[in-house]
């Protein structure tokens, strides 16, 4: 895989809601590639809570039968970006969870590109983000389906939630198919804590920021349930969190 | 414990209680019923502080204090709680983690110490053994995935581990069947029925009456009381209906 030398811009797609001056002295960013051999499986989890701006670009090649499970932190203090292209075999199996928080005036994405090749292949995106102040958080999601991969699922369980109005968060999941026999779904939502919710837990003596809290914690934990180091990922979510809040 | 004077309030601008008034003692249970849009919820909802139901003249004294005054939060640390018709799902917060923040909130509040963590699930093992409910329920999420009946349940554990002066019920008995009615009511009498407490049900229906006997039984019509009794009203108004009891 290879990457252009010069800067993207805002007309290139996956950089569309970038902060390209952030970006600028981190590019060209050096891909790392991870190959999965059939039958394997393998893990990452990545968590950037740093004050530096960070991008990564992540090439994952799995092959038939293998599968990854990818699990994503991104709460750095500054510029935050993950980019994942996925590239899968026959009956393989991709597991993505990503939470997102960004305060200040930060942003904070994931992109994702994920290549169903061959049949019977299995895709799964949650992201969960959290934006605060005049944040933004990005997600912008492509999954393909070649012809002939057939017996494909793929999807992508996308929310943000917004803590002040000046926040923004672009979520962009996209359906490229091209073969007949494919199961894909995407569910999309950009919200702010539910006001009954609220509410009622006021209502049993939960003072509005420790509702706030609460909901938020759970929120966020939906990206990480299942990970093989669910306990330390969530321990570094929720630090992240009290930052943020 | 409990006075209601004059209340008016709205909701998106729509008058709905319209001078209404009512006194609660310690000790007593009271009961008010009424036709659908007559202002039941909205009453249990305005006395709870609920964002959007807006106070437009009257007053309400709780304790002592000014409850208007207070925070929804700041209420419930008061000793008034509030069982919702509709209680609501929190995913991914647990029953147990929520009732002892909760809990530990109100305490703080009012300057009492925290209750640890075996202490409190002592309590709520006691209070759940009492409504029935598997304690296993209460390490799940909040109402997540609980039947109709199981959230009613649910929402008295709550009543049981924070143990209100004052405790709101409104349609507590709807979608409970016969025996989940009669846990209720026990329950409600286990937990309320003592001299220093006040209950204030919300229903449309007699049946609940039957095993929490009220002492007063008021009819709400067009956002105010309009008749006032014992028991034997409940009674009358099942027999003859709202229209012709409210006239």
């Given amino acids: ?245 | 414990m409990l006075t209601i004077t004059d209340l008016h309030a709205t909701v998106a601008d729509k008058p709905i209680l319209k001078g209404l008034s009512l006194t609660i003692n310690a000790g007593e249970v009271h009961a008010i019923m009424g036709p659908n849009g007559a202002g039941k919820s909205t009453l249990g909802y305005t006395l709870g502080g609920r964002p959007g139901y807006e106070v437009t003249g009257g007053s309400v004294e709780f304790l002592g204090q000014d409850l208007l005054e207070l925070e929804p939060h700041e209420r419930a640390a008061a000793g008034l709680f509030l069982g919702f018709q509709y209680p609501v799902e929190i995913p991914g917060v647990s029953f147990v983690q929520f009732l002892r923040e909760s809990l530990n909130a109100q305490r703080k509040s009012r300057g009492e110490e925290p209750l640890s963590g075996g202490d409190f699930l002592k309590l709520a093992r006691q209070q759940a053994a009492l409504l029935k409910l598997d304690m296993d329920m209460l390490k799940r999420p909040v109402n997540v995935g609980f039947s109709g009946g199981e959230k009613k349940r649910a929402e008295m554990v709550q009543m049981g581990i924070l143990d209100p002066k004052l405790a709101i019920l409104d349609e507590t008995d709807s979608g409970l069947d016969i025996d989940a009615l009669r846990i209720v009511g026990d329950g409600i009498n286990a937990v309320m029925r003592k001299p220093d407490k006040a209950v204030l049900l919300i229903t449309h229906y007699q049946r609940l009456l039957d095993y929490v006997k009220p002492d007063f039984v008021h009819v709400l019509a067009g956002g105010r009381i309009v008749r006032t009794g014992g028991p034997e009203l409940a009674l009358e108004l099942e027999e003859r209906g709202y229209e012709a009891v409210a006239a």
């Fill in chain 1, 1 to 245: 895989m290879t990457q252009a030398l010069a800067l993207p811009t805002r007309k290139d797609e996956d950089f569309r809601y970038a902060d390209l001056a952030a970006l600028a002295p981190l590019w060209p960013v050096a891909v790392e590639t991870i190959a999965v051999a059939a039958g394997e499986r393998g893990s990452l989890a990545l968590v950037l809570d740093g004050s530096e701006p960070v991008a990564r670009e992540i090439a994952i090649t799995l092959g038939d039968g293998a599968s990854f499970d990818l699990r994503v932190l991104n709460a750095p203090a500054a510029y935050g970006r993950v980019a994942v292209r996925v590239e899968l075999g026959a009956g393989a199996e991709f597991t993505l969870g990503a939470a997102q928080l960004a305060g200040g005036d930060q942003t904070v994405e994931i992109v994702t590109d994920v290549l169903h090749a061959h049949p019977d292949a299995i895709s799964r995106q949650v992201v969960r983000s959290v934006a605060g102040g005049s944040a933004t958080a990005n997600y912008l999601g492509k999954v393909r389906v070649a012809k002939g991969a057939d017996g494909t699922d793929g999807e992508q369980s996308v929310r943000a939630m917004l803590l002040d109005r000046t926040a923004t968060a672009n979520a962009r999941p996209e359906l490229e198919i091209f073969a007949d026999d494919v199961k894909c779904a995407h569910g999309c939502a950009v919200g702010e804590l539910d006001a009954n919710s609220l509410f009622y837990m006021a209502q049993r003596g939960l003072p509005p920021e420790l509702a706030k809290r609460l909901m938020l914690q759970a929120f966020v934990a939906e990206a990480f349930t299942g990970a093989a180091d669910e306990e330390a990922l969530q321990a570094a979510a929720k630090a992240a969190l009290e930052r943020l809040l």
